[in-house]
């Protein structure tokens, strides 16, 4: 790809199409892509590891949603994507460093978010007030009932999105492209800015999808529930893990086509090696 990342021009329409065309990309691929998703589940359950757990997971995150839209990439191609698919940026030293930086970038930018909101609370009620709070849910729950969180809120939102922005389009032209960590991240940005209304389209289909998964799993939760009592919950608990991760999947595949369409890109363009899991360094 080239190093100036040339840009197209998309509209809402297209930003709407993206998470229907990962979905059929993924019922074509759905034995693969599920092997792949469960390969991630069992990796994110790092995160129940004290201190550090949480740590890790965030900063391998890019990491392993690359690996995912490599293999859309390979669905691309026609072939069936192995498991080991979603770590195969690890075995590249300079993709893995750049991914991982960009893991850093997003911590970085969730603790700028939060440190947003504390701060606009410590501004109402004090630095001593906040810091009783969260002794307990009940303190904080009180507190907060006579604050504003308003603006607070808005700010760390807006940090978060600007983050959201950045990694969007980083980790595939990190993956794809080679591009240096600082190059990827402000041409994601430019490239949102470019295509804000398909972005518009994306949000949209988004929120409906999340929105109907959510009723869906609440109205099978509550069959469940009633049916199996105890055990139905343990059900619908794997059920939700799934569902979660698959969603994930949905989301990278998404990132994947949007991708493509925006720069460019075709399946295949940097696969020489005819290995599945593998990417040309």
Same mark, same amino acid.
Do not use: C
């Given at each position: 790809?080239?190093?100036?990342?040339?840009?197209?021009?998309? #509209?809402?329409?297209?930003?709407?199409?993206?998470?229907?065309?990962?979905?059929?990309?993924?019922?074509? +691929?759905?034995?693969?892509?599920?092997?792949?998703?469960? /390969?991630?589940?069992?990796?994110?359950?790092? $995160?129940?590891? %004290? /201190?550090?757990?949480? !740590?890790?997971? $965030?900063?391998?995150?890019?990491?392993?949603?690359?690996?995912?839209?490599?293999?859309?990439?390979?669905?691309?191609?026609?072939?069936?994507?192995? %498991? #080991?698919?979603?770590?195969? $940026?690890?075995?590249?030293?300079?993709?893995?460093?750049?991914?991982?930086?960009?893991?850093?970038?997003?911590?970085? +930018?969730?603790?700028?978010?939060?440190?947003?909101?504390?701060?606009?609370?410590?501004?109402?009620?004090? !630095?001593?007030?906040?810091?009783?709070?969260?002794?307990?849910?009940?303190?904080?729950?009180?507190?907060?009932?006579?604050?504003?969180?308003?603006?607070?809120?808005?700010?760390?939102?807006?940090?978060?999105?600007?983050?959201?922005?950045?990694?969007?389009?980083?980790? %595939?032209?990190?993956?794809?492209?080679?591009?240096?960590?600082?190059?990827?991240?402000?041409?994601?940005?430019?490239?949102? $800015? !470019?295509?804000?209304?398909?972005?518009? #389209?994306?949000? &949209?289909?988004?929120?409906?999808?999340?929105?109907?998964?959510?009723?869906?799993?609440?109205?099978?939760?509550?069959?469940?529930?009633?049916?199996?009592?105890?055990?139905?919950?343990?059900?619908?608990? &794997?059920?939700?893990?799934?569902?979660?991760?698959?969603?994930?999947?949905?989301?990278?595949?998404?990132?994947?086509?949007?991708?493509?369409?925006?720069?460019?890109?075709? %399946?295949?363009?940097?696969?020489?090696?005819?290995?599945?899991?593998?990417? !040309?360094?």
């Amino acid at each position: 790809m080239s190093t100036r990342f040339p840009l197209q021009r998309v #509209g809402f329409r297209a930003g709407l199409s993206w998470l229907p065309a990962s979905a059929e990309w993924m019922r074509r +691929g759905f034995r693969p892509l599920f092997a792949i998703a469960g /390969l991630w589940l069992g990796i994110s359950l790092i $995160a129940v590891i %004290p /201190l550090i757990g949480q !740590t890790v997971l $965030a900063l391998i995150t890019p990491l392993l949603t690359a690996g995912v839209m490599l293999a859309f990439d390979q669905l691309g191609e026609g072939k069936q994507p192995a %498991p #080991g698919t979603l770590v195969a $940026a690890w075995r590249d030293p300079v993709r893995r460093s750049r991914l991982l930086s960009l893991g850093i970038f997003a911590m970085l +930018g969730g603790l700028l978010a939060a440190m947003v909101l504390v701060s606009w609370l410590s501004n109402q009620i004090g !630095t001593q007030a906040l810091e009783a709070a969260v002794q307990s849910p009940e303190a904080m729950a009180q507190t907060l009932a006579g604050a504003s969180l308003g603006g607070g809120l808005l700010g760390s939102g807006l940090v978060m999105i600007l983050v959201l922005a950045g990694l969007f389009f980083a980790t %595939p032209l990190v993956m794809f492209g080679r591009a240096p960590t600082l190059t990827a991240l402000t041409t994601s940005l430019r490239a949102i $800015a !470019t295509n804000w209304l398909a972005f518009v #389209g994306f949000a &949209v289909a988004a929120a409906a999808i999340a929105t109907g998964l959510l009723i869906i799993l609440l109205i099978v939760s509550s069959v469940l529930t009633l049916a199996l009592g105890n055990f139905g919950n343990l059900i619908i608990q &794997v059920l939700m893990l799934i569902a979660v991760m698959l969603f994930q999947v949905l989301m990278a595949g998404a990132q994947y086509l949007a991708f493509s369409q925006i720069f460019g890109w075709s %399946p295949g363009l940097d696969d020489t090696s005819g290995d599945e899991g593998e990417i !040309t360094p």
